[in-house]
């Protein structure tokens, strides 16, 4: 081949590939971008602590057993909880929680603020309401078994605040997650059963979702008033009953509906029983020695480092080691651990600008005594409590 017709040939291959359509630069629509204006954080300081009961069954659920609503509301009241939402079967009462649970003449109390709620009770599983107001279950209970995008019209519809309930097992919550606003990440006494109910949590989480994560004892029993009635799950009222475990909200008033909207925040932790220190998880974003934001809250993440401070407030011994476990988006970030007078850990971090990041805390440590439920000793191993996240360039219209 000669020059001329080797030139020739090169700048034919030029042409022939350059003629050949391109394949397009893809796009992705749903790439992390920096985060716009977010909500302002809530003063830290504008607040009470309330501790209560989130998954409790009386008499109006069938397989219950010596659980009157006057002795659920006494018991809660001796052991110093501030709120109680008692959540029976709907399925028991065909969806007619109206005049059942909540026309009960015991269904009153002049110092626990009562929710109302049920537990929806269904073949894909169970979820709890909660609500400040009296709402129509009814209308929730009849369209358990329609696709999702008609469950999650009638929940927005009716202003409730759905939470999913036990999300591993048997009765796991089978719908979207898109529909509620919590999820029940210890259910009951034994923390060793909801290590996927974690894991779950940590999924949804990771994917951008800003789910609270709450406690439930899911009590059905109590103790009987004479040995005679004495039933086959007797037991269980001194092992697991209200605020086994129990679950803390910062509101910004003692009343339901400030309960219901703390929840919905996520300003949130959990503990082993009434008795047992408060978590409180909160940061400094300018490192000014100021916290800013608490756990449940959500700023921007700047790429810069941010000094985060976890510490427990109230029944604490001095002579024991408490261990901090940090969980930076769903996996381990650092362990510490800290004793005294003052039980705190302090750590720095710096979340990305540009994508989400979470964290939250569990603690473990010698759980106080429960003796109003002496059987609850032990049974959730030492795990003393948890945190609900601080989130970084989460999405509020996610």
């Known amino acids: 081949m000669n020059t001329q017709k080797l030139l020739l040939f090169t700048l034919f291959a030029i042409i022939s590939v350059s003629a050949r359509p391109q394949p397009p630069t893809h796009v992705n629509p749903w790439a992390p971008t920096e985060p716009g204006a977010l909500p302002p954080i809530a003063p830290l300081t504008s607040g009470v602590w309330l501790k209560g009961e989130l998954h409790m069954h009386s008499r109006h659920s069938k397989e219950s057993s010596n659980n009157p609503i006057s002795k659920i509301i006494a018991f809660c009241n001796s052991v110093g909880l501030d709120y109680l939402c008692i959540t029976d079967h709907d399925n028991h009462v065909e969806g007619?929680?109206?005049?059942?649970?909540?026309?009960?003449?015991?269904?009153?109390?002049?110092?626990?603020?009562?929710?109302?709620?049920?537990?929806?009770?269904?073949?894909?599983?169970?979820?709890?309401?909660?609500?400040?107001?009296?709402?129509?279950?009814?209308?929730?209970?009849?369209?358990?078994?329609?696709?999702?995008?008609?469950?999650?019209?009638?929940?927005?519809?009716?202003?409730i605040h759905v939470s999913a309930n036990h999300p591993s097992g048997k009765d796991h919550f089978g719908y979207s997650y898109d529909m509620v606003k919590s999820i029940e990440v210890w259910n009951s006494v034994i923390w060793s059963k909801n290590a996927n109910a974690i894991m779950i949590w940590d999924d949804m989480l990771s994917s951008g979702r800003k789910?609270?994560?709450?406690?439930?004892?899911?009590?059905?029993?109590?103790?009987?008033?004479?040995?005679?009635?004495?039933?086959k799950n007797s037991y269980q009222a001194k092992a697991n009953y209200a605020g086994t475990p129990t679950t803390w909200v910062f509101a910004t008033a003692r009343t339901s509906q400030a309960v219901v909207d703390a929840l919905t925040s996520g300003r949130v932790c959990i503990t082993a029983n009434p008795y047992t220190a408060k978590i409180e998880f909160l940061a400094d974003l300018?490192?000014?020695?100021?916290?800013?934001?608490?756990?449940?809250?959500?700023?921007?993440?700047?790429?810069?480092?941010?000094?985060?401070?976890?510490?427990?407030?109230?029944?604490?011994?001095?002579?024991?080691?408490?261990?901090?476990?940090?969980?930076?988006?769903?996996?381990?970030?650092?362990?510490?651990?800290?004793?005294?007078?003052?039980?705190?850990?302090?750590?720095?971090?710096?979340?990305?600008?540009?994508?989400?990041?979470?964290?939250?805390?569990?603690?473990?440590?010698?759980v106080p005594p429960y003796p109003q439920v002496p059987a609850s000793a032990g049974l959730n191993g030492n795990m003393l409590g948890l945190s609900n996240p601080l989130y970084f360039n989460f999405d509020p219209n996610f």
């Open 96 to 159: 007619d929680v109206e005049h059942n649970t909540w026309a009960d003449p015991e269904w009153k109390s002049d110092s626990l603020l009562l929710l109302y709620g049920a537990e929806w009770t269904t073949t894909r599983g169970h979820g709890n309401v909660f609500s400040a107001r009296r709402y129509d279950h009814q209308r929730l209970y009849d369209v358990r078994d329609q696709r999702d995008v008609v469950v999650g019209a009638i929940v927005k519809e009716l202003g």
């Open 211 to 231: 789910l609270t994560g709450r406690g439930g004892s899911d009590a059905h029993h109590g103790v009987p008033e004479t040995p005679d009635k004495a039933t």
């Open 286 to 366: 300018d490192q000014d020695g100021k916290m800013d934001m608490m756990m449940g809250d959500n700023a921007k993440g700047t790429g810069k480092p941010v000094k985060f401070r976890v510490q427990l407030t109230g029944n604490t011994n001095p002579d024991s080691v408490y261990t901090f476990n940090i969980i930076k988006n769903g996996n381990p970030f650092n362990t510490y651990q800290a004793k005294g007078k003052t039980v705190a850990v302090e750590f720095t971090d710096a979340p990305i600008a540009i994508g989400r990041t979470y964290y939250r805390v569990e603690v473990q440590g010698p």
